[in-house]
């Protein structure tokens, strides 16, 4: 079993930058599909992106095409989020969460089964 840990989340001034990260530990696999998601008060969780560990390719939602960007450190099992251009709706929990697709199925819409605890972000306007 997948076990995953976040951190990086903070409190910064829109326009501002973060990057969070996502450790993953205990059973694994080569590739996975590791996705971010994000949850404001009082809103659904909403799919961030995805990147597939296997071959790296990446999926984003359109709110943040542009300003978000994951990569992948696969010698230290960690993906991380990287977040410019920071604006207040962007404040949200986010979490990151692993599925077992192929690279094909890697979306925010696949079967994630194992997630973070998660970490808090703040943009202040």
């Known amino acids: 079993q997948v076990q995953l840990v976040e951190s990086g989340g903070g409190s910064v001034q829109a326009g501002g930058s973060l990057r969070l990260s996502c450790v993953r530990s205990?059973?694994?696999?080569?590739?996975?599909?590791m996705g971010w998601f994000r949850q404001a008060p009082g809103k659904e969780r909403e799919g961030v992106g995805t990147?597939?560990?296997?071959?790296?390719?990446?999926t984003y939602v359109d709110t943040v095409k542009g300003r978000f960007s994951i990569s992948q450190d696969n010698a230290n099992l960690t993906v991380y989020l990287q977040m410019n251009s920071l604006k207040p709706e962007d404040t949200a929990m986010y979490y990151c969460?692993?599925?077992?697709?192929?690279?094909?199925?890697?979306?925010?819409?696949?079967?994630?089964?194992?997630w973070g605890q998660g970490t808090q972000v703040t943009v202040s306007s």
């Open positions: 969460a692993v599925a077992q697709v192929p690279e094909f199925n890697c979306n925010t819409g696949a079967a994630f089964g194992a």
């Open positions: 205990g059973s694994w696999r080569a590739r996975y599909c």
């Open positions: 990147i597939h560990t296997g071959g790296g390719s990446q």
